[in-house]
T-cell receptor
Framework: EDQVTQSPEALRLQEGESSSLNCSYTVSGLRGLFWYRQDPGKGPEFLFTLYSAGEEKEKERLKATLTKKESFLHITAPKPEDSATYLCAVRVFSGGYNKLIFGAGTRLAVHP | DAMVIQNPRYQVTQFGKPVTLSCSQTLNHNVMYWYQQKSSQAPKLLFHYYDKDFNNEADTPDNFQSRRPNTSFCFLDIRSPGLGDAAMYLC????????????FGSGTRLTVV
């Protein structure tokens, strides 16, 4: 069964304190791994797509990496505005079509 | 600028009273999805349309139905909402080859009283 697990469930950081979020996956045929940011009461907002092991993408204070079994979202010197839930999703081909399977997310709180 | 628009943002319905949530898109994407997201849980796929070709997930309750009258609009009907159906309902769109996965709307928060 295709599965996505994110850890930790919640993370509290001080402003400027770098850390990493983990997304591990078990899928039969990965067609891309996606990171989204979700603010309270809003829909997920796209951050990155990764397709192959060893690939890395960066945007401002965020950097996403991918291995064959997991992905990391590294946050360097976070600011309070980085507080949000970060969702990881894998795209798989199942039942004749592509679909995204999400993890439950990591709730990040960055305090001044 | 909004590309995937969900209405209403907040919906309160009575236990057992049918309710319809709507989604529209200006992206002309041919694939539309409905996800259910409960508090602190992963979004769960309910349905998707590839053009007018409808697919529902095996574990989507029979209480849920969907309609897509044209490319731009999609509706989620909950025939007899129960307390367990209270959640955020997310609509998303995509097109083949789209590199950034799905484009999501802001969601409809459904409360059942």
């Amino acid at each position: 069964e295709d599965q996505v697990t994110q850890s930790p469930e919640a993370l509290r950081l001080q402003e400027g304190e770098s850390s990493s979020l983990n997304c591990s996956y078990t899928v039969s045929g990965l067609r891309g791994l996606f990171w989204y940011r979700q603010d309270p009461g809003k829909g997920p907002e796209f951050l990155f797509t990764l397709y192959s092991a060893g690939e890395e993408k960066e945007k401002e204070r965020l950097k996403a990496t991918l291995t064959k079994k997991e992905s990391f979202l590294h946050i360097t010197a976070p600011k309070p505005e980085d507080s949000a839930t970060y969702l990881c999703a894998v795209r798989v081909f199942s039942g004749g079509y592509n679909k995204l399977i999400f993890g439950a997310g990591t709730r990040l709180a960055v305090h001044p | 600028d909004a590309m995937v628009i969900q209405n209403p943002r907040y919906q309160v319905t009575q236990f057992g009273k049918p309710v319809t949530l709507s989604c529209s898109q200006t992206l002309n994407h041919n694939v539309m999805y409905w996800y259910q997201q409960k508090s602190s849980q992963a979004p769960k796929l309910l349905f998707h349309y590839y053009d007018k070709d409808f697919n529902n997930e095996a574990d989507t309750p029979d209480n849920f139905q969907s309609r897509r009258p044209n490319t731009s609009f999609c509706f989620l009907d909950i025939r007899s909402p129960g307390l367990g159906d209270a959640a955020m309902y997310l609509c998303a769109t995509s097109s083949p080859g789209q590199l950034y996965g799905y484009t999501f709307g802001s969601g409809t928060r459904l409360t059942v009283v």
